[in-house]
């Protein structure tokens, strides 16, 4: 009985810890920071951290839903027209929601850190590229 309860914990948890992962080889790609030369910009959205583990939080860019990220998870968008974008973060549990406004500029990386805290509350912030690069490369990338 005891068993059967901790896999059923466990699917729960897997379940609510965010949107499916993408193929191990886009992860490999995304994780190469390649700027582009195009004239367009690549936004990374990443929370690397385990603190509330089975909780979802739901990332949306200009009202366009993206991904559910999970502990040490990341959303890639790339090819992104330069301009102003909305970024977005509701946690489905309490009515708390974040926001933040970027202005991406052409040829570009930008990391944005989604970090949940005590109380339940969801934070944005537009971080360095070395301190994105550090929190992209401890997640998975999502499917979106």
């Not at 195009?38 to 385990?50: C, F, K, P």
């Not at 090819?79 to 570009?108: A, H």
Request: charged share 20%; aromatic share 12%; net charge positive.
């Amino acid at each position: 009985m005891r068993k059967l309860l901790l896999i059923l914990i466990t699917a729960f948890l897997t379940a609510c810890a965010g949107s499916d992962s993408a193929p191990y080889s886009e992860d490999k790609i995304a994780k190469q920071f390649q700027i582009p030369t195009d004239g367009t910009a690549n936004l990374y959205i990443y929370r690397d951290s385990s603190w509330g583990v089975s909780l979802g939080i739901d990332i949306y860019v200009n009202g366009q839903y993206i991904a559910t990220t999970g502990a040490d998870s990341y959303a890639y968008l790339s090819k992104l027209k330069p301009g102003k974008y909305k970024i977005e973060s509701y946690l489905s549990v309490s009515d708390w929601k974040s926001w933040i406004t970027v202005d991406l500029q052409p040829n570009t990386n930008t990391y944005i850190w989604q970090d949940l805290k005590l109380g339940q509350k969801v934070y944005l912030r537009e971080v360095t590229e070395r301190v994105g690069k550090i929190g992209v490369k401890e997640g998975r990338l999502l499917l979106h």
